[in-house]
Structures are given as structure tokens and as C-alpha cells.
């Protein structure tokens, strides 16, 4: 198993920036890479971002340019900076991995932007 713990959650106003970071432990080495989603109230949760190991990221349309995601593999943690926080990114911010067919996620961290 995986266990994923984010962290770095707050309250910022419009305009302003925060950094997420998920921790992985456990047999992360199953891991190829991980994921960050997010959900509002009363919506779907959403993909935001992801890397894999070699460090390609992705990014969804409504972030690219203002969030980038990372990682320091010798801590098996992913960073994601988010920068020009519009209300909109208001939501619980999740972590996902995939380990041998199996999901993994975090708690959430909640961001609010207002």
C-alpha cells in the first residue's frame, strides 16, 4: 500500500499563491507518478495536474500557466505552486497515485481563495 498526506492548504486572497505538497510512504517504489485533483462543493471532482517519474507534467487548461507542479524524488514528495489563485480554485485539493492496478489517495487539502 501507499499512503499519500497533503499539506500546505489555506486561505489566500485573489491574487495570491500557495504550495501543496503531498508525501508519499509505504511501497512507493510501485509508484510511476502522481496527481492532483480537486473538488468544490457540489461538483465533480476534477484532474488538475500530474507528473511521472521522469518529471513530464501535465496540466489542465483552467491552471496552465499559473500552477507547476514538482517533485523531489530522494523525499518521494510532488509540490504543486500555485500562483494567481482566482476564487474559482476554491475546492479540496487531492493527491493520487497508482500502485499495481490499485488507486491511492490522500485526505485533501482545503484551498480557499477569496
Known amino acids: 500500500h501507499v499512503q499519500l498526506v497533503e499539506s500546505g492548504g489555506g486561505s489566500v486572497q485573489t491574487g495570491g499563491s500557495l504550495r501543496l505538497s503531498c508525501a508519499a510512504s509505504g511501497y512507493t517504489s510501485c509508484m510511476y507518478g502522481r496527481s492532483w485533483y480537486r473538488q468544490a462543493p457540489g461538483k465533480e471532482r476534477e484532474f488538475v495536474s500530474s507528473?511521472?517519474?521522469?518529471?513530464?507534467?501535465a496540466y489542465a487548461d483552467s491552471v496552465k500557466g499559473r500552477f507547476t507542479i514538482s517533485q523531489d524524488n530522494a523525499k518521494n514528495t510532488v509540490y504543486l505552486q500555485m500562483n494567481g489563485l482566482k476564487p474559482e480554485d476554491t475546492a479540496m485539493y487531492f493527491c493520487?497515485?497508482?500502485?499495481?492496478?490499485?488507486?491511492?489517495w490522500g485526505q485533501g487539502t482545503q484551498v480557499t481563495v477569496s
Open positions: 507528473i511521472n517519474k521522469p518529471g513530464i507534467a
Open positions: 493520487k497515485t497508482d500502485c499495481r492496478g490499485s488507486s491511492f
